[in-house]
């Protein structure tokens, strides 16, 4: 095989988001999601209860080149738990190169992928097991977790796409909070949002959902 060509891969994933034949992995704990929920005092309260070593979602992922045409590939596994009202969450990105589409396929648990424009368009779509999500490009996305189990998801994506996080920072925070009702989930208008800055679409780094 030609050193430029990427060996295939062969991936065995488990609906609890194992995956044998990762090349990486990370997680992201409690410490690291200041000021991605909107109740400070929630938060604040649960890092002293839980401690900020506690596992919020971790991730595992094949990757090799990260050419144009390439993917990723991977699966995000996100503990339930709330913050205040809010339910779990990853931190939410859109893609460095806003065009990039991303697939999410629910493999456990149930949630909602969360997507918004920079031009406040906003929908919860919401997730189980067998049901996916496609993300187009210029879509704001993160998972909530809206259940009790961890919220499993295989993602598939371009592997030039990149991260920018700081758009939703940027922001005041997503337009819209997932929070717990009597029946379950809803969304609702977060106060703080002042709107997505464009100009925000020009920091990218190179991992992360
Ligand atoms: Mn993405």
């Known amino acids: 095989m030609s050193t430029t060509v990427p060996e295939p891969g062969h991936l065995k994933i488990g609906a609890d988001g194992s995956m044998q034949g990762a090349t990486s992995s990370y997680t992201k704990r409690l ?41 990723i590939i991977g699966t995000s596994t996100l503990l339930p738990g709330r913050v205040g009202d809010e339910f779990a969450v990853t931190r939410g990105h859109l893609h460095a190169l806003a065009d990039r589409a991303e697939l999410y396929h629910c493999l456990s648990g149930t949630g909602v992928m969360l997507l918004e424009t920079v031009d406040g368009e906003s929908q919860a779509v ?3 097991a067998g049901e996916a999500a496609h ?37 005041g925070g997503m337009a ?11 969304t609702r208008s977060n106060p703080d949002h002042h709107g997505y800055t464009t100009a925000a679409v020009t920091a990218s780094s190179n991992r992360g959902i």
Do not use: K
């Open 31 to 71: 410490g690291e999601m200041g000021g991605v929920y909107r109740d400070e005092d929630a938060y604040q309260a649960l890092l002293a209860e839980l401690g900020p070593d506690h596992l919020v979602y971790q991730v595992q992922e094949h990757r090799n080149v990260t050419t144009e045409g390439a993917l």
């Open 126 to 128: 919401p997730l189980q």
């Open 176 to 186: 819209s909070l997932v929070v717990g009702t009597e029946n379950g989930w809803a």
């Open 135 to 171: 993300v187009p490009g210029h879509w704001i996305h993160r998972s909530v977790n809206t259940g009790d189990e961890p919220f499993v998801t295989l993602f598939c994506y371009p592997a030039d796409a990149g991260q920018d996080y700081s758009i939703i920072q940027d922001a």
